[in-house]
Nanobody, 115 residues
Framework: QVQLVESGGGLVEPGGSLRLSCVAS????????MTWVRQAPGKGIEWISR????????DYADSVKGRFTISRDNAKNTVYLQMNSLQIEDTAVYYC????????RGQGTQVTVSS
């Protein structure tokens, strides 16, 4: 049974930073790519980043490129999202998924960027 638990969200001022974590269980973590997506209030799901199973290949949406960094620790079954230079537009619930399967996302973690 796939389980993903996101954490690390919170309230931060514009320009601030947060690091999100997603702990995975129930599947062989190291062979799956992982994805971060987000959903802002009243909007649809937005894909923001993905990382390959070995961590060697990453990709980002234009909206976060240069500000966000995805990484993973396969020994800890955890994928991270380091978010710097946060903007008000980054306010959303953030989810991780196994590969691009939205059905696997966890409960999410709320990120609020506000002054």
């Amino acid at each position: 049974q796939v389980q993903l638990v996101e954490s690390g969200g919170g309230l931060v001022e514009p320009g601030g930073s947060l690091r999100l974590s997603c702990v995975a269980s129930g599947f062989p973590f190291n062979i799956y790519g992982m994805t971060w997506v987000r959903q802002a209030p009243g909007k649809g799901i937005e894909w923001i980043s993905r990382i390959s199973g070995d961590g060697k290949s990453v990709d980002y949406a234009d909206s976060v490129k240069g500000r966000f960094t995805i990484s993973r620790d396969n020994a800890k079954n955890t994928v991270y999202l380091q978010m710097n230079s946060l903007q008000i537009e980054d306010t959303a619930v953030y989810y991780c998924t196994r590969a691009s399967d939205l059905r696997t996302r966890g409960q999410g973690t709320q990120v609020t960027v506000s002054s």
